[in-house]
């Protein structure tokens, strides 16, 4: 379960990245990075490796 979560993390950050210099999405897009950086973080705390 918590690949899945880190698996998640990651792809909402590439849709971050994509949105954020290709496309300039406005809000929604530091909303994804948000949720994903909070996805790490929690991946970080419970013990996990990051990478």
């Given at each position: 379960m918590?690949?899945?979560?880190?698996?998640i993390a990651i792809i909402l950050l590439i849709i971050w990245a994509t949105g954020y210099f290709a496309y300039n999405a406005g809000?929604?897009?530091?909303?994804?990075?948000?949720?994903?950086?909070?996805?790490?973080l929690l991946r970080f705390i419970k013990g996990g490796k990051i990478f």
């Open positions: 918590s690949n899945l979560l880190y698996i809000q929604v897009i530091h909303i994804l990075l948000f949720i994903a950086v909070v996805a790490i």
